[in-house]
């Protein structure tokens, strides 16, 4: 059985060479690079499971070569490792298409959770199974697929904004809290991940945009309501 690979791109040495043994003590197979210039031909060549992404790198920074990744892959889960705690640079991250996000220093025990979590979640077969085409107003849900169709062409979602959707339309007309949706969807409603959350809620209001009967409502501080007139 073949193992999971670990794309990780990180320019300082030390810190290299504890992340990469301490996940390949862990059954992983680390791809490592150094260069933010050359990470892009290395990920083509590596065909990774998950990537793990320094932001601040040598010739190209960690979110250049994310959004790189997503024009690539739509659905390889992305990790960024950062000293920066802005809550700008936290949801440029996001919006580019991370997956979560480790501020330095961090544990290794922390990382490998998070890994693990991204992993399981992109790999659930069980949440992935759920149904088959959805209808959405305008628009048609291939649930399995991750794909959703307005009439004229298809958009492909990734894993997390097709679980999102699905979410919300399988609680339509409640009011589902943040909480539940982050301990669902991120596994902990840590800052960050509320952070990514808004930035996914904003993708999926932009996707159904075309049809005003369907409308994703901010129930402040308590979470969203999916309605579907």
Same mark, same amino acid.
């Given at each position: 059985?073949?193992? *999971?690979?670990?794309?990780?791109?990180?320019?300082?040495?030390? $810190?290299? %060479?504890?992340?990469?043994?301490?996940?390949?003590? %862990?059954?992983?197979?680390?791809?490592?690079?150094?260069?933010?210039?050359?990470?892009?031909?290395?990920? &083509?060549?590596?065909?990774?499971?998950?990537?793990?992404?320094?932001?601040?790198?040598?010739? &190209?920074?960690?979110?250049?070569?994310?959004?790189?990744?997503?024009?690539?892959?739509?659905?390889?889960?992305? +990790?960024?490792? #950062?000293?920066?705690?802005? #809550?700008?640079?936290?949801?440029?991250?996001?919006?580019?298409?991370?997956?979560?996000?480790? %501020? &330095?220093?961090?544990?290794?025990?922390?990382?490998?959770?998070?890994?693990?979590?991204?992993? %399981?979640?992109?790999?659930?077969? *069980?949440?992935?199974?759920?149904?088959?085409?959805?209808?959405?107003?305008?628009?048609?849900?291939?649930?399995? /697929?991750?794909?959703?169709?307005?009439? &004229?062409?298809?958009?492909?979602?990734?894993?997390?904004?097709?679980? $999102?959707?699905?979410?919300?339309?399988?609680?339509?007309?409640?009011? +589902?809290? /943040?909480?539940?949706?982050?301990?669902?969807?991120?596994?902990?409603?840590?800052?960050?991940?509320? /952070?990514?959350?808004?930035?996914?809620? *904003?993708?999926?209001?932009?996707?159904?945009?075309?049809?005003?009967?369907?409308?994703?409502? *901010?129930?402040?501080?308590?979470?969203?309501?999916?309605?579907?007139?």
């Amino acid at each position: 059985m073949s193992k *999971t690979k670990v794309f990780y791109v990180e320019d300082e040495v030390f $810190l290299a %060479r504890i992340v990469k043994e301490s996940l390949e003590s %862990r059954g992983f197979e680390v791809v490592m690079e150094s260069d933010g210039g050359k990470a892009i031909d290395a990920f &083509k060549q590596a065909k990774p499971d998950i990537c793990v992404l320094d932001v601040m790198l040598p010739n &190209k920074d960690g979110f250049a070569i994310a959004d790189e990744i997503r024009d690539l892959d739509e659905n390889i889960p992305i +990790i960024f490792l #950062t000293a920066k705690t802005q #809550t700008e640079d936290v949801v440029k991250g996001f919006s580019l298409g991370g997956n979560d996000y480790v %501020r &330095k220093p961090f544990s290794m025990e922390e990382l490998i959770a998070r890994v693990q979590n991204l992993l %399981r979640l992109k790999n659930d077969d *069980t949440q992935k199974a759920h149904g088959g085409p959805v209808k959405l107003g305008k628009y048609t849900f291939q649930v399995n /697929r991750q794909i959703l169709n307005n009439g &004229k062409e298809d958009r492909k979602l990734s894993f997390r904004e097709s679980e $999102l959707l699905k979410l919300l339309y399988e609680n339509r007309e409640k009011i +589902i809290d /943040r909480k539940d949706i982050l301990n669902l969807l991120w596994g902990n409603d840590s800052f960050f991940n509320s /952070r990514n959350l808004d930035v996914y809620i *904003t993708k999926v209001r932009s996707y159904l945009k075309e049809d005003p009967s369907l409308e994703i409502i *901010t129930i402040k501080g308590i979470g969203y309501r999916f309605v579907v007139s």
